[in-house]
């Protein structure tokens, strides 16, 4: 059925609404492999997105809704930070490793003693009693190099400090989850709302070309005498407003385009062919449920891994009050020569020795205990948060279950009426066109059909938005 449309559901700026919230996450910086190659314009040599964007020539790619969502993994600038920052984590946890392992330092050094440091002596030892004989030590030129050997041996933080590797690599990991959720969701609702607007066109163009035959009609009654040329005139005017429509329709289709491809990391000059569609079906076959965990939100998630987080902060605290202990080993060799010459036999004499140093903590002016407490009112923190986030999402499900049910009762509604306009839109043009009606009736019906039209798809819109908004809710998007 084809049917005129006007262009309130994009007249609001919702596609350019969504460009600039995409515009604002990337100015802000917000932190799966792709299963296949997106689509590309026949004759095209393949190639990985990252290359495409490298590329001079304009890329083409043909992307469905799960295609355009990897794409985005793969280059939106969000999630490339997010990934980046699970990576800086990882060099983070080597950092960590590495003071459980052996350290192992070498040095080397060389003195050229112009001014023989003076030592002074009791006179008794020269049988100079009551004196002090001064004399010079050593020699000239001193040179010594050598390795030492530092191992741990017990350090309550830094053991600590490995066992919370894998969960600060779990929250940064988590963090880009979250991330990808955030542009996965946007994706869909400026994808689904491109693909409305594509329906939006061609209903249109069905009704320019209505219109037009509707112009011709009126325009040759008019020369048989019965019809004014008022008549005429009024059809013109519709054609007029039925193009300039798709005018303004065109421009927003184009702005959201761009919004979606500055949202999933793609070169503005390339193109974008939606092979996707969406249908009243569609969004009308949709179920809800009551029954939803709080763990299959990626935020809930995540406020788990910083729980444990901030419980190993206590642990390691309170660890400070420990001893700790060390073992090192050093091996050197020391020259000493009135001569310039490391070289020199007979000038060098090794050193090698072993050692054990604990170190035991008695009072650091409650130092240690100020830190325990603030890594227990920080974990208090994160409890409180997670009981607040699982008040929030019991109340994101509900309003989103309502929103939703009356998004699609409304659609319902819509949906019969758009058919209904568009059957008396039809029977008052055959009654025009046979002598029976008046240009009026048309044009009213005309009037009906394109409010009945507009009303539908701000509620197909609404619905889309309502049904990502509850997959959002539940954490099944």
């Known amino acids: 059925m084809k049917t005129t449309l006007k262009r309130r559901?994009?007249?609001?700026g919702r596609l350019r609404s969504l460009a600039t919230l995409v515009l604002v996450l990337l100015a802000a910086g917000l932190k799966a492999q792709q299963t296949g190659q997106p689509g590309q314009t026949p004759g095209q040599t393949a190639q990985s997105p990252g290359q495409a964007a490298r590329s001079a020539a304009p890329v083409t790619y043909d992307l469905s809704l799960s295609q355009a969502i990897d794409f985005a993994k793969k280059n939106s600038v969000i999630v490339k930070n997010a990934l980046l920052d699970y990576q800086i984590q990882e060099q983070s946890n080597r950092a960590t490793t590495s003071?459980?392992?052996?350290?192992?330092?070498g040095n080397l050094g060389w003195t050229d003693y112009i001014q023989i440091p003076t030592t002074l002596i009791p006179g008794e030892f020269v049988n100079q009693p009551g004196k002090f004989i001064p004399l010079k030590f050593g020699t000239q030129y001193n040179a010594t190099g050598g390795v030492t050997l530092k191992q741990v041996l017990f350090d309550g933080q830094v053991f600590v400090g490995l066992q919370a590797r894998q969960a600060s690599l779990d929250f940064y990991k988590q963090k880009q989850e979250v991330t990808e959720q955030m542009v996965r969701?946007?994706?869909?609702?400026?994808?689904?709302?491109?693909?409305?607007?594509?329906?939006?066109?061609?209903?249109?163009?069905?009704?320019?070309?209505?219109?037009n035959a509707l112009l011709h009609n009126s325009t040759e009654m008019f020369k048989n005498g019965f019809a004014e040329q008022l008549d005429v005139d009024k059809a013109t005017v519709q054609l007029t407003?039925?193009?300039?429509?798709?005018?303004?329709?065109?421009?927003?289709?184009?702005?959201?385009?761009?919004?979606?491809?500055v949202l999933m990391g793609m070169p503005v000059k390339d193109s974008v062919h939606l092979t996707d569609t969406l249908t009243y079906e569609m969004v009308r076959d949709a179920a809800m449920s009551d029954n939803y965990k709080y763990?299959?939100?990626?935020?809930?998630?995540?406020?788990?891994?910083?729980?444990?987080?901030?419980?190993?902060?206590?642990?390691?605290?309170?660890?400070?009050?420990?001893?700790?202990?060390?073992?090192v080993?050093?091996?050197?060799?020391?020259q000493y020569t009135n001569d310039f010459n490391l070289g020199q036999k007979n000038s060098w004499f090794p050193t090698t020795y072993i050692g054990l140093s604990v170190n035991i903590p008695i009072f650091d002016g409650f130092y240690k205990a100020a830190n325990v407490r603030q890594a227990k009112l920080r974990?208090?923190?994160?409890?409180?948060?997670?009981?607040s986030l699982r008040n929030r999402i019991d109340n994101d499900v509900k309003e989103a279950q309502l929103r939703f049910a009356s998004s699609l009762t409304t659609l319902d509604f819509q949906k019969k009426n758009m058919d209904l306009s568009q059957k008396v839109y039809d029977q008052t043009r055959k009654k025009y066109e046979q002598g029976l009606g008046?240009?009026?009736?048309?044009?009213?019906?005309?009037?009906?059909?394109?409010?009945?039209?507009?009303?539908?798809?701000?509620a197909l819109y609404s619905a889309v938005v309502a049904k990502v908004d509850y997959l959002n809710a539940i954490g099944k998007l």
């Not at 559901?9 to 609001?12: A, E, F, I, T, V």
């Not at 003071?99 to 330092?105: C, E, Y």
Request: charged content about 20%; glycine content about 2%.
């Open 379 to 387: 974990l208090a923190q994160t409890h409180n948060n997670m009981d």
């Open 329 to 334: 080993a050093n091996y050197s060799q020391n």
């Open 99 to 105: 003071q459980a392992l052996p350290q192992v330092t």
């Open 9 to 12: 559901p994009l007249s609001s």
């Open 438 to 458: 008046s240009n009026l009736e048309v044009t009213t019906a005309l009037s009906d059909q394109k409010t009945a039209q507009a009303n539908y798809y701000n």
């Open 241 to 261: 407003n039925l193009q300039s429509e798709k005018t303004q329709l065109e421009f927003n289709i184009a702005s959201g385009y761009l919004g979606l491809k």
């Open 185 to 211: 969701s946007n994706i869909y609702k400026i994808y689904y709302q491109l693909l409305i607007a594509k329906s939006q066109i061609d209903q249109i163009d069905a009704n320019i070309t209505s219109q």
């Open 295 to 327: 763990t299959d939100r990626h935020d809930y998630q995540l406020l788990q891994i910083n729980e444990k987080l901030n419980e190993y902060d206590v642990k390691r605290y309170k660890k400070e009050y420990i001893p700790t202990a060390n073992f």
